[in-house]
């Protein structure tokens, strides 16, 4: 018993040190091990998973919700997240991990899917994920934005470039509470 707490003691300082000595890479372009990624991809799931799970989500489909979520994701989202027919941005090819590009994911037809990507998106937008890149949102937003902008990027699901003009365009000159 002496011996293994010796030996778990011994690979705590061990292990102190290795991280402490500035060996490890903090480079965005030196890659996780898949298996690092996995870890991290689970942890990120489960949390955002839990802490979402009673938020109470109101109708989605409604057509000035969806204006004002336009106006707001291409002001502030497309930098990183892109838009159909926008080329990768030099801030979104430099970021690691890569921001997911929302036009490229199937459409959610599915209610009960739609409603847990709802809640999802809601709180990632809300309070971002650390040290990944992705700010939280909610420091500058109410919810009622918020959930406009969640609106919009389930719409995004598998957008073609007319769809997403179109609603930017029809979303332009739309009252919004301020400039950005
Ligand atoms: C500076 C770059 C940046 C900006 C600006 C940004 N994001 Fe993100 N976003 C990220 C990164 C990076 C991730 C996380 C990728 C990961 O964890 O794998 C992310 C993750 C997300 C996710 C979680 C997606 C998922 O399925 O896991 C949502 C939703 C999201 N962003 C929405 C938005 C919206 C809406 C805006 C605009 C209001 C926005 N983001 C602005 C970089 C950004």
Redesign the pocket.
């Known amino acids: 018993m002496k011996q293994i707490s010796v030996f778990v003691a011994a690979m705590a300082i061990a292990m102190i040190f290795a991280l402490g000595s500035g060996i490890y890479n903090m480079s965005a372009t030196e890659k996780h091990w898949p298996i690092t990624e996995k870890v991290?991809?689970w942890m990120?799931?489960n949390s955002?998973a839990t802490h979402a799970k009673d938020l109470p989500v109101p109708v989605l489909e409604n057509d000035e919700l969806l204006k004002s979520g336009a106006e707001?994701?291409h002001a502030?989202?497309t930098?990183?997240?892109l838009a159909p027919d926008m080329q990768p941005t030099e801030?979104?090819s430099g970021?690691?991990?890569?921001?997911?590009v929302?036009h490229q994911?199937p459409p959610t037809n599915d209610p009960s899917q739609k409603l847990e990507?709802a809640r999802?998106?809601f709180w990632?937008?809300k309070n971002?994920?650390k040290m990944?890149?992705?700010?939280a949102?909610g420091l500058s937003?109410d919810d009622n934005e918020i959930w406009a902008?969640?609106a919009?990027?389930l719409k995004l699901h598998g957008m073609t470039s007319t769809a997403y003009e179109h609603l930017v365009q029809s979303a332009e000159g739309h009252a919004h509470s301020h400039d950005h």
């Open positions: 991290i991809e990120r799931e955002i707001h994701y502030m989202c930098g990183c997240h801030l979104s970021l690691y991990p890569q921001p997911p929302f994911r990507y999802k998106y990632v937008i971002g994920l990944t890149g992705m700010p949102w937003h902008t969640t919009f990027v």
